[in-house]
């Protein structure tokens, strides 16, 4: 199990089944940073180390958080493959899972019977069972808002702990300044995950969308979608932009007939099978086939495509690894 509970014994703890960092430099005229443009300047993999418990003993945890998946089917087919893999490529590695979405948490505790803990709980309860060295990867798509919130869990909790890092989402880096390209590397395992498409077809690849400035990584993923050949693939979002209205006239002028729809999501929750897939007038389904479409579903999320899984691997690998450094 991944699963840390409220009042966990780290005497006592049940056996688990085991299943490069980088940063901006400041210019060298800024002579006397202030602490608030210093953590600005911190980007990547983050990490701390506390010279005040510099003689602890090292006792090290990997936690994985997630924006969380509450449907025991959409856990079993994305999430738990998904920490199946992570602790494959971590074994010997006491492995613990969080949900930064307290909706997430409420349904799954009422669904499943499990209760998830927060990121914030999680470090607590790693904290008091003994913990000194922690390890924070991420599985969100980008570092949006969600993300935002474990950059200051980090800063909040960094000096409790004799070493605290916090792991990049799935897309941090975009190719700048000799980083790696995380979009063009999800448009890979995207493409290569789903059938190919016939001349008159698309793939619109929905997303939840957000109303923090990281919405624009869609359109970075678009443009690594055209730069791989991949032209008839549109990213679509639920509430940010572009929204589906804004898709629908580009594929009527380049003469698509058919279109797959496919969820740019962690997990085939309510959104993908609801809004997107759904029988209702208002689903994403619905409107396109009123609108003369041919609509064929692709209802898998992300974490039920291998090639996807080792990019997230490799996401929490990069955390892990610099734990160790």
Same mark, same amino acid.
């Given at each position: 199990?991944?699963?840390?509970?409220?009042?966990?014994?780290?005497?006592?703890?049940?056996?688990?089944?085991? *299943?490069?960092?980088?940063?901006?430099?400041? *210019?060298?005229e800024?002579?006397?940073?202030?602490?608030?443009?210093?953590?600005?300047?911190?980007?990547?993999?983050? !990490?701390?180390?506390?010279?005040?418990?510099?003689?602890?003993?090292?006792?090290?945890a990997?936690?994985?958080?997630?924006?969380?998946?509450?449907?025991?089917?959409?856990?079993?087919?994305?999430?738990?493959?998904?920490?199946?893999?992570?602790?494959?490529?971590?074994?010997?590695?006491?492995?613990?899972?969080?949900y930064?979405?307290?909706?997430?948490?409420?349904?799954?505790?009422?669904?499943?019977?499990?209760?998830?803990?927060?990121?914030q709980? $999680?470090?607590?309860?790693?904290?008091?069972?003994?913990?000194?060295?922690?390890?924070?990867?991420?599985?969100?798509?980008?570092?949006?808002?969600? +993300?935002?919130?474990?950059?200051?869990?980090?800063?909040? !909790?960094?000096?409790?702990?004799?070493?605290?890092?916090?792991?990049?989402?799935?897309?941090?880096?975009?190719?700048?300044?000799?980083?790696r390209?995380?979009? $063009?590397?999800l448009?890979?395992?995207?493409?290569?995950?789903?059938?190919?498409?016939?001349?008159?077809?698309?793939?619109?690849?929905?997303?939840?969308?957000?109303? *923090?400035?990281?919405?624009?990584f +869609?359109?970075?993923?678009?443009?690594?979608?055209?730069?791989?050949?991949?032209d008839?693939?549109?990213?679509?979002t639920?509430?940010?932009?572009?929204?589906?209205?804004?898709?629908?006239?580009?594929?009527?002028e380049?003469?698509?007939?058919?279109?797959?729809l496919?969820?740019?999501?962690?997990?085939?929750?309510?959104?993908?099978?609801?809004?997107m897939?759904?029988?209702?007038?208002?689903? *994403?389904?619905?409107?396109?086939?009123a609108?003369?479409?041919?609509v064929?579903?692709?209802?898998?999320?992300?974490?039920?495509?291998?090639?996807?899984?080792?990019?997230?691997?490799?996401?929490?690998?990069?955390?892990?690894?610099?734990?160790?450094?």
């Open positions: 199990m991944f699963i840390l509970e409220r009042g966990f014994d780290m005497e006592n703890k049940t056996p688990m089944r085991m *299943h490069k960092g980088a940063g901006y430099k400041l *210019h060298d800024v002579r006397k940073p202030t602490p608030a443009l210093l953590r600005a300047a911190q980007i990547g993999v983050l !990490c701390h180390d506390e010279p005040s418990l510099a003689a602890k003993e090292n006792v090290d990997l936690l994985v958080v997630s924006y969380g998946a509450a449907r025991k089917e959409a856990r079993a087919a994305a999430v738990e493959p998904l920490m199946e893999a992570i602790a494959e490529a971590n074994p010997e590695t006491d492995i613990f899972e969080a930064t979405s307290s909706v997430m948490r409420a349904k799954v505790k009422e669904s499943a019977g499990l209760e998830i803990l927060s990121a709980e $999680a470090l607590g309860a790693l904290l008091q069972a003994g913990y000194t060295r922690v390890a924070i990867a991420s599985l969100h798509l980008f570092p949006g808002a969600e +993300y935002v919130g474990l950059v200051e869990l980090f800063n909040a !909790c960094k000096k409790k702990f004799k070493r605290l890092v916090l792991g990049a989402p799935l897309m941090y880096w975009m190719g700048q300044e000799e980083q390209d995380d979009a $063009a590397d448009t890979k395992a995207l493409r290569e995950s789903l059938p190919p498409l016939a001349e008159d077809e698309a793939a619109l690849v929905m997303a939840h969308g957000t109303q *923090h400035p990281s919405n624009s +869609y359109a970075a993923l678009q443009t690594r979608f055209e730069m791989a050949g991949w008839r693939a549109f990213i679509y639920l509430a940010g932009w572009p929204r589906l209205e804004h898709i629908t006239p580009v594929l009527k380049k003469g698509i007939r058919r279109v797959r496919v969820p740019l999501m962690l997990a085939v929750g309510a959104h993908a099978s609801r809004d897939a759904g029988d209702a007038p208002g689903s *994403h389904r619905s409107r396109l086939l609108e003369g479409f041919e064929e579903v692709f209802q898998k999320g992300l974490g039920e495509l291998p090639l996807v899984r080792e990019l997230y691997v490799e996401r929490v690998n990069e955390a892990w690894d610099k734990l160790q450094a």
